[in-house]
């Protein structure tokens, strides 16, 4: 498998990599069971950093699509199921199939302005006016 990166993307490494595996399995070229080269093979023959390869690896472990056998090395996932988050062009489709009221702020130290109590802030407020 050879792999291309265009270092003046806007897209990392690390996701232009993932996006060339993924590709590579949705589209065949990459068959369940089929052994990966190893990322210190890839750093040296690519000239990307061993963490990196990791990281994607890791990713697409995470994923499904690949499988690490401590030991072993790592292998494209035998019996690939569909994965709904991304179609076979490889572009996310989670966000047109989560509903709006679904959507949250999950951002740290933020608070939900609905559990102010505005109430009685308004009450201490005009008894102190």
């Known amino acids: 498998m050879l792999f291309e990166f265009n270092r003046n993307s806007s897209k990392s490494l690390h996701t232009q990599i ?3 595996i993924r590709q590579a399995v ?12 190893p990322t210190r093979q890839m750093k ?16 697409l472990v995470a994923e499904g ?14 019996n690939l199921q569909p994965i709904p988050f991304y179609n076979n062009k490889n572009k996310p489709i989670a966000d ?4 709006q009221k679904w959507k949250a ?5 933020t608070p939900n302005p609905l ?9 201490a407020l005009k008894k102190s006016v």
């Open 96 to 99: 047109k199939t989560i509903s």
């Open 65 to 78: 699509f690949l499988e690490a056998k401590q030991g072993c090395g790592t292998f494209v996932t035998k």
């Open 105 to 109: 702020d999950f951002s740290v130290g």
């Open 18 to 20: 993932c996006i060339q």
């Open 115 to 123: 559990d102010f109590p505005l109430t009685k802030w308004a009450s």
């Open 44 to 59: 040296d023959e690519y000239g990307v950093s061993r963490n990196v390869w990791s990281e994607a690896y890791e990713q």
């Open 26 to 37: 949705l589209s065949g070229n990459l068959k369940g069971g089929d052994k990966l080269p």
